[in-house]
């Protein structure tokens, strides 16, 4: 592609402009601002708008933390890091062009993105055809590194699977094995509930269920359903919104003590905008900041919140993951070109100080999934700190959770030389 | 009045030797050929739904709808059916003009605000289907798996699936057609009867010509050209998603086409090419471009309500 | 089987009563001034988050009378700022215009309060169900209904008795005759909006407090209202009542048999209602019929 010399240098400093506008919006103190030789520069599209943008937010402000924290060790390969995000809009056809924009007009070497699944694929098409190393910090529906898993893409957060799979055993050792599901009809709902019933039926328990619509606010008709049926839980696998309506007036119709109550994720921006009775719960995280025998961990956490104001989430360790994995796979491939980039990536451990948890967390070559710990605990009522809303009961293995790579439907292929 | 022949001349050749040399001057002013490609299929849309507003002078508020539904049809083909770029654009086509000539024949007899309420509301039922259809349509993640399909011309092979230039003169050259056939339609006594109806329908009638069929005719062709498009959009970004039918989608049209000029042929193509480079340029620029947007419209409907052709229409009238 | 049948009505008639009041709000708007005010969701979101910001000072009574009329007042002075200068125009301008509005008051909410959730605090007292039997139905829906029927009762009182109400439902037939005997006819479109507005407030104060507040929670109960209306039937306010009413109740009896089809079934319904009677249920002709 073509590289423009005059307008090149207007170019860097609007997008330094843009980036420190970008930064202010999203309340980060961080200026990214390119010093000496060409930037490294990571194209990062998100859905800033729209419903998903609490999670998007939390995403861009850890992988901003990540570029600020390697670019003062040196930046990659001696270059410093330009992170350019885009908006989404949680929109197909703007994700692609804003893909498309960063990789023809910016000429970015990495991508990363998007939290909502269907853009992720999308994208994804773009990047393998322009042979783009592409990482989906937060995007769960399976086939991204399933059926549909490419060379150049990688995911660090757990497929539904996964998530069903870690706190299956948990949930019927503790209260039973007759359940029933409140799920959102589309993919992702889909696959998760598809999960969760595969492990219960391998313990022989007995389920019955509800497919709502995504965005359903009005929970009662199915409530009563569900206390009719008396399961011994309650499976909450809505998203967003639609999750903290049900868990709300679940706990309004007092239904607490007819049934336990779990499901795959309840984020922690979700827990700490609900009522304090509905902070209740056994879910999986996908990371969580609170490992005090983890000292990498305490040290990040104690260093985020004195830079950021704000303790870390998972969505936050997503995108901080993301560029450090960047700047690994660059410095084990030394370029920055995507198919070597992505064969360096496969199998690679990451550093305690990266994978800040323990256990040895790699993408898996297979499929390129990231096999992280899944957190399994119970949601409370902060108790001290506004975010000590989870108790970590017990840490499932990635790859323990995940299964093989057969059963992921991956039939990878290999990255072009 | 050869005067204004000429000049009608010098337009066109204008604003084609603009488009035809878009891949050479665009990259120079920061822009990249994915973003020519929505303004041309936006466009497209934007001069479709003009037949029916700025034309025939009757509002419909859902015309993303036939978009939708042409990207649909076009990725269901290429998925499904056969992978053959031609037959994607015909079948979205007679998904997108189909559905939208029967719902016309629903309600060719309402007009004016409750005609709009009424397209907005089916808008919304495709957009419905769309998103909860899940095993046919992929439902909320979009329709993907599908994949443009190099055009077989008989003697020669275009690649358009790899080679972004390729595709924007393939989109070029479908562009021009539609474009052609839809001057022609009105230029044709067709689109003068049109004319009339939009300028006052009470006479129209009087004059014993047939409203609400050239009503229910012109709804239809302009969903038909707008399904075209659609379709194209699904070719471009190898997805369609239920966002392309949704009512704020509809809303952009308009405003493309308000902005550009609603009574100037080729006024919502301008309309279509401010718009999106604007939305481009702000959405990267803040996290707040939804109010730049908005203000835009605002501006548009308070200040410039003739549009930029519009204005310039009037200024060379004067 | 009657008895869950039962709860699903009653539960209908609950979610019907949202719609309603949404609905009417819209209605108002549309039939006096010919205007689809399709920030009409925004201006919901808004009512909520006034009483998010009041709570505090106020109370969650206080809130609730004061928000709604802050969004009225706000209504009001936008349809005075900008509205009202593209009356006389296409209708294509004004529609343009609520759009645009939609925008900037959905990003203004998102600037101000933040993407994420906020809940709003409502009195513990309401938070319970009134019986163990009836454990869906918590005191607070209750409330909900009883706030609606009152709010209704009173439009429509206000819209029979009152010499404003009377020039309203005057200018729905004929502005024109209404503006040639002297009525000041920009007030009373101005007034009309902000009493729609505060419909729409009031709503939102209610949605908040069972839903939470979020920028993006106007959007679903927009097109709800919207059909509403049109199986009502445009310009008939009677019509809207029941329309919204008949959705409410329809969506949630699907949920018995079929619940990924209870969104499906107001589209329906819609459809139905435009084919077999265009006018909708209670027809065109004026308001209160």
Redesign the interface.
Known sequence: ??Y?KQ?AVG?RTLIK??TA??AI??ASPFVISARGEAPIKIGMVDP??GILSALAQSEVEGAKYAVAEVNKKNGILGRQVELLV??S??????G???T??LI??DQVDVIFGDVN??IA??MA?VTT?KKVLHIVPGGH?DPITGA?CKWNVFRICNTTSMDAAAITGELVKRFGKKWFFITP????G?TLQDGFIKNLKALGGEFEGDML??NTSEFSATLIKAKGYKPNVLLNNMGGLAQIDCMKQFVQFGMVKDMALGGALFELESIKSVPKDAQTGWWDMEWWWDQPNVPEVVKFVADFRKEMGKTPSARHWFGYVAVQSVRLAAEKAKTMAGPQMSRALEDLVLPPDVALQPGEIRYRKGDHELMANIFVGQAHPPEGNPDNVFKVESLVAGDKAAGTVESSGCKMVEAPV | MSGGFDRRWLRLLVIWAVLLAVPFWL?????????AG?VLVLGLAAMSFNIL?GFTGV?S?GHAAYFGLGAYGAGLTLKFLAASTPLAMLMGVLLGGGLGALFGL??V??R???F???T??FG??AF?VA??W?DFT?????L??F?RAPLNLGFTMIDIT?N?TAFYYFLLVVFAVAVGLQALLLASPFGRTLLAIRENERRARFLGIPIERHIWLSFSISCCFTALAGSL?ALL???A?P??LHYSLS?EI??MT?MGGMRAFWGPLLGAAVFVVLQ?YI?????????F??????L???FF?RGLLGMLQRRNAA | MLQVVLFNVTNGLIIGAFYVLMALGLSLI?NLS???N?AHGNFLALGGYFAYMLTPAIGFWGALLVAPLLTALLGFIVERL?IR??YN?????S???T??????????CR?IWGPNGLPLGVPDSMSAPISDQLFFITWYRIFNVAVVIVAVSGLFAFLRFTRVGVRIRAGTLDLETVSALGVNVSMLRSFNFGLGCLLAGLAGVLAAGQIGLNPNMGDDLL?PS??A??VGG?GSLTGTLVGGLLIGVAAALTTIVWP?AS??VI?VI??VV??LR?RGLMG?EGMLT
């Not at chain 1, 809009?89 to 703007?94: L, Q, W």
């Not at chain 2, 992929?138 to 979009?142: H, K, R, T, V």
Request: hydrophobic letters at 45%; charged letters at 15%; aromatic letters at 12%.
């Open positions: 592609m073509e423009r307008p170019r402009a843009t506008l970008g919006q999203l800033l708008t885009e908006d809009a949680n929109d197909v056809g703007t692609v062009q804003k498309r924009k023809d007009r699944s269907g694929y999308a098409a055809e529906t549909d009809d589309y993919a992702y889909h619509p995504i | 990259p120079l002013v920061g822009g990249y050929t994915a973003l929505r507003l509002m508020f629903l309600i007899r309402r004016g605000v409750y709009a309420m009424v907005v509301a919304q039922v419905y998103y909860s899940n992929g439902g909320y993640d979009g993907r798996g994949s790899n972004s959009y970004n190898n997805f998603d966002m392309g809303g308009v405003i308000v481009d959405s990267s620029m803040t996290v707040n471009w939804m109010s947007i908005g203000l835009i419209f605002v548009v409907v308070l309500p | 549309l010919n205007v689809i399709f900008m200068r593209v125009r296409d209708p294509v301008y529609l343009l215009l759009f645009g509005l939609a925008f900037i008051m959905q990003d203004a600037f097109m919207f059909i209306i049109i445009v990924a969104e499906a589209y819609m459809a435009l084919v265009p065109e």
